[in-house]
Nanobody
Framework: QVQLVESGGGLVQAGGSLRLSCAAS????????MGWFRQAPGKEREFVAG?????????YYEDSVKGRFTISRDNAAKMVYLQMNSLKPEDTAVYYC????????????????WGQGTQVTVSS
């Protein structure tokens, strides 16, 4: 069982930065691949970034955030982060942290555990 709690969302101007954090509980956190997803009003939930379980910490990104967002994890602290730079109004959404046993996936339906979400609003 894994419980996830996101924090760090807020209102920022276009071009600004935010750092989202996801605190996880559970003894086997390092054996979970982690993902960040987002959902804007009226749109489907979409993949943003993912990181493999502790073995290699390979990272994956949706094309529109490559070069702007960075996902990282600290297994000792049971934390996952999403550093978001050069934010754009189209990045506005509720951002969710998710966990999946072992294997990474970009499909939100394949994740087992979810946080409650944190709102990110980027003004133009």
């Amino acid at each position: 069982q894994v419980q996830l709690v996101e924090s760090g969302g807020g209102l920022v101007q276009a071009g600004g930065s935010l750092r989202l954090s996801c605190a996880a509980s559970g003894r086997t956190f390092s054996s979970y691949a982690m993902g960040w997803f987002r959902q804007a009003p009226g749109k489907e939930r979409e993949f943003v970034a993912g990181i493999s379980w502790s073995g290699g910490s390979t990272t994956y990104y949706e094309d529109s955030v490559k070069g702007r967002f960075t996902i990282s994890r600290d297994n000792a602290a049971k934390m996952v982060y999403l550093q978001m730079n050069s934010l754009k109004p189209e990045d506005t959404a509720v951002y969710y942290c998710a966990a999946r046993k072992l294997m990474y996936s970009s499909s939100w339906g394949e994740y087992d555990y979810w946080g409650q979400g944190t709102q990110v609003t980027v003004s133009s």
